[in-house]
Each structure stands twice: as C-alpha cells, then as structure tokens.
C-alpha cells in the first residue's frame, strides 16, 4: 500500500508538493514520505536551474503532459517545492504515482 500523497485539486489541474534530492545517482520517483510530500531524486545539479528542467522534463514524462504544462509555483531555490501540472485532474496522479511506485518495489529477478 502506498501512502497517501499530499494533492491538491486546482482550477485547471493539480498541485503537489515535493522534496527534491538534486545530484543523485539516477533521476526517479523515489518514494512517498509520511507527510505525503513526493520525494523525487535528479541526476542534475542544483545549478543554473538545471535541476528544476530536469525536474520539468521527468514529471512531463511521467504524467504525459507538455513541459509547459508544468509550473513551479513555490520553492524555485529550494528542495521543498509545490508543483502546479495543468490538465490532470487528482486522481490520475495518484494513479500514477502509485504505480510508478509500486512497479519499484516489485523485485526484479
């Protein structure tokens, strides 16, 4: 069972909070914290707003929406952000990121 993720439904889509670890081995959702804040490693750098494009690039590409569909609201210079992606409602998010996890925690023979 996966946590309950901290979402919040806006006028034309979702906002989510996330704590960033920027410089990791890989780029992935890593895990749901008890606060139900996202936890997502970069590969890249916090430098020159690398990490936050890469942040873009990776959550477009796992809710399948365009990169301008996604907006950093709050905590542009921080770890901690909330992250506004336009066109998804709740719910499929939550899909999402619960398979995504679920698909992590499967060991792979």
């Not at 796992?62 to 952000?81: T, Y």
């Amino acid at each position: 069972m996966v946590k309950s993720v901290q979402l919040k439904p806006g006028g034309k889509g979702t906002a989510l909070a996330l704590q960033v670890v920027a410089r990791a081995n890989r780029t992935e959702l890593a895990e749901v914290m008890a606060d139900g804040t996202l936890r997502v490693r970069l590969n890249a750098p916090p430098v020159d707003g690398k990490a936050n494009r890469a942040l873009i690039d990776f959550l477009a590409h796992l809710f399948q929406v365009r990169n301008n569909d996604i907006e950093i609201v709050a905590g542009e210079h921080s770890k901690k952000k909330i992250v506004s992606i336009t066109g998804i409602e709740p719910e499929q998010v939550e899909k999402v990121i619960e398979k995504t996890i679920k698909e992590k925690q499967v060991p792979q023979s």
